[in-house]
């Protein structure tokens, strides 16, 4: 018979309860700890917090008790609207159907079906590269590739902005690291001469920078390292799909497709925005990737739908360029009419259009004052950007309609105006 406190657990449901080891001196000194931290994360200003949707992602959110208000959304990296795009979620469905939930394995041992090597070849084929392979994400893509490939009789030289899962994937590997300034090629030229004396020199960097909106020198960093014998790799996480006349990103459309050896990018941005990333490259490439890096052999295979959503996605890419292309004139108003208006917006021609502003706090209150006028923008500061840099990140989308992004410019100017960071 069950009685006292087993009865009260069942009652309530059983699971509900949080549990946590009492009477351990360790796991006391433990929550001591975490809480700290988590006091001074709060007490430096720089506590992360998470908004609610209770709606799919798009140009228009509901927020979580938020009740019929539509809210304008201007920071998803969904570039070319597809994250919720009819065609998409059928395929997914029709995947998720046929294919089922997921493969419980990884790809080596049970874990491979005809949709992944489909996505694979249609990836290579988008890039015009030998092969690719597909990752749960582009971090883990960017975890994998460079201890699989570099050893320490070889060298990488890394922008000091690259994104933190291309930092974290270089301190995994064994070779020599170098890192040059910011899209800086003399920087650049200097390092690549004193990296002679390695095996194998590899350039690595972002296509476009997201936090500045900011585009790498592709072609000067290409022919840098043709004169230094260096390989050339980017992550295209904020360029497939979008960036140049077909959209297959930053090598396009600084005319370097020949010149770049390898591309990592995301499924989980402008190509459905569900998950998973890859690497694309020369097949020898690719096949040692499958045998040597970690996150692809020791994590499970990406699932039916999320495949079935990347691969319909890069189907209406290849059927035309007008998806492609539909979202440079909406970054070319907003950017044009923002800078009309006052504002100063970093990088160019990116959809990633940062509203410079200066001050943390600036920042933070701007954004919260545009969330009131149901505009959904982040604000962002120390230590994501660097001190006095502080700024409201906007992102454009295909999707959005121009009045969309004049309503945008119009709340920036009130707000802006109120707030002091225009005349
Ligand atoms: N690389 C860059 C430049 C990114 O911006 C991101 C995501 O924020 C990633 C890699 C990681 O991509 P994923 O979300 O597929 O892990």
Known sequence: MLRGAALRVLRSGGAGTPRFASGSAAASELRRRLEKELEDIRGAGTWKSERIIASRQGPHLHLAGGGAERILNFCANNYLGLSSHPEVIRAAVEALEKFGAGLSSVRFICGTQSIHKDLEEKIARFHQREDAILYASCFDANAGIFEALLTPEDAVLSDELNHASIIDGIRLCKANKYRYKHMDMQDLEAKLQDTQKHRLRLVATDGAFSMDGDIAPLREICQLAQKYDALVFIDECHATGFLGPNGRGTDELLGVMDKVTIINSTLGKALGGAAGGYTTGPKPLIDLLRQRSRPYLFSNSLPPAVVGCASKALDLLMESNA?????????????????????????????????????????????????????????????????????????????????????????????????????
Do not use: N
């Open 323 to 423: 998806i492609a292309q539909s979202m440079a004139a909406k970054t070319q108003r907003f950017r044009s009419k923002m800078t009309a208006a006052g504002f100063t917006i970093s990088g160019k021609d990116h959809p990633i259009c940062p509203v410079m502003l200066g001050d943390a706090r600036l920042a933070a209150v701007m954004a919260e004052d545009m969330l009131s006028r149901g505009i959904y923008v982040i604000g962002f500061s120390y230590p994501v950007v660097p001190k006095g840099k502080a700024r409201i990140r906007v992102q454009i989308s295909a999707v959005h309609t121009d009045e969309d992004i004049d309503r945008c410019v119009e709340a920036f100017t009130e707000v802006g105006r109120k707030h002091g960071a225009l005349p």
